[in-house]
């Protein structure tokens, strides 16, 4: 129904930013709330941000508020997320998401579609 397709990752020195994309394709999304979760090699998948279908809300995670920023556009079928200051503890696969109602919610299993993720690699 919804494919989720990331981009923008890669790698970059302690201190420096990057911004990643993530677009809808197969279909458009409406009324959808999107968000951003990541996981480290032998972490857990942590909430990162979401925002609401209109964009109006936003919800972050603690560790990553103040040095990252969520956003959509594109007729809001495509989520940004601007990362600056970043720490090698931020290297992680950034996966996109997306549900079926227009929350910005912090649980993984609130979100019903999922991109294949893009790596960050922060160096020291």
């Known amino acids: 129904q919804v494919q989720l397709v990331e981009s923008g990752g890669g790698l970059v020195q302690a201190g420096g930013s990057l911004r990643l994309a993530c677009a809808a394709s197969?279909?458009?999304?409406?009324?959808?709330?999107m968000a951003w979760f990541r996981q480290g090699l032998g972490k857990e998948r942590e909430f990162v941000a979401a925002?609401?279908?209109?964009?109006?809300?936003?919800n972050y995670g603690d560790f990553v508020k103040g040095r990252f920023t969520i956003s959509r556009a594109g007729a809001k079928n495509t989520m940004y997320l601007q990362m600056n200051s970043l720490k090698p503890e931020d290297t992680a696969v950034y996966y996109c998401?997306?549900?079926?109602?227009?929350?910005?919610?912090?649980?993984?299993?609130?979100?019903?579609?999922w991109g294949q993720g893009t790596q960050v690699t922060v160096s020291p």
């Open positions: 197969g279909r458009t999304l409406s009324n959808n709330g």
């Open positions: 925002i609401s279908s209109t964009g109006a809300t936003t």
């Open positions: 998401a997306a549900r079926d109602s227009w929350a910005a919610r912090t649980r993984a299993l609130d979100y019903d579609y």
